[in-house]
């Protein structure tokens, strides 16, 4: 067979032609039954999701529960000093709010590890409460 | 202007594409879901096999849309999608499979209809799509890919994550072992028009 008289040019035409020409058999409700198996994914992503943000707030309270139980227990004056100075500032000395400022921030700097500990739990407390009550809402809308 | 106006429409179902629609996918997956089959299949999944990886393949590319930032032409970047699938899939589930040890063979499955049946049918587009499905499984590819999809080489070589001269290598063997196959069914001056 006299292959060398093929033109290039022209045999790619043929193979391009020939080969766009081919349809490729696939089964008529692929696309039907691929966006089904997307949205139960979707679904089952979502309800991961809030299943895994229940848990979360579920420990977070306990945690913060054990961690409230341990101060209490191994700190109790640091504790109720702690919680004596937010209080007693609030309700004692609201008049004079402005003037115990330089004396909070001595607190603060006297005891900030204290408080950067009960800011990080009391703020993890109120992200696990909104969690709680809102998290599925949040994340479906 | 039409052109413009088709750039525009295209932005917009690519941006819907990106931002999760539903309905944008399934434009996607209508138009390109007969060339993940066709990747499957060159590729020698067998047919209880293709199906589950192409809905692999699509449910990749839902999730992987927000990060496809179009470097590439869709089609491209899913036709990697799927040859990794399946690659991935034929090297999980056969064993000792392997792409090199296909190259120099003859695919496998080869059908007992050979070029002289199909030429009863008396129809070019089958005769020389036989041909294709009997060449290796990644010369086959190669040429789907470049004359069938007119992908270039640079956009081949990255589907198949191989390098340039690679695929132009695999072009120039499969090209000349279909000529001799098809030159043998129709004679020249037929495969020549």
Redesign the interface.
Known sequence: ???G???ED???R???G??????????AD??E???S???Q?EQRRILAGIVFQQRLALAASIVLGACAALAAVFFPAATTEVFRSITGSVTEHAATWFGKIPQTIETIRNQWQSYAILTAVFGFAIYSLVELLLGDRLRIA | MDKVAENQKKDNWLRLLCSGD?QA??RL??KY???V??CC?RLGLREDEI?DV??ET??AA?KGLSRYAGQSDLSTWLWGIAYRKAVSYLRKNRKNWQLKDELDEQISYSRSDGPAAAMQAEE??K???QA?EQLPRLWATA??LY??E?KCIFDIAKIMGQNENTIKTYLFRA?AR???ML??TF???D???
Do not use: C
């Open positions: 067979m006299p292959t008289r093929l033109d022209r045999f790619d043929f193979l391009a020939a080969l766009q020409k081919h349809s490729e058999p696939v089964p692929f696309t039954r691929m966006l198996a997307i949205q994914a | 539903q996918f399934a997956i209508d879901k007969e060339m089959f066709l299949r199906e192409a809905s699509f449910m839902y070019t587009e005769i020389v799509w294709v040429i789907i004359y069938r007119q090209r279909l000529k001799e030159a043998a004679g020249a001056d495969a020549d028009r």
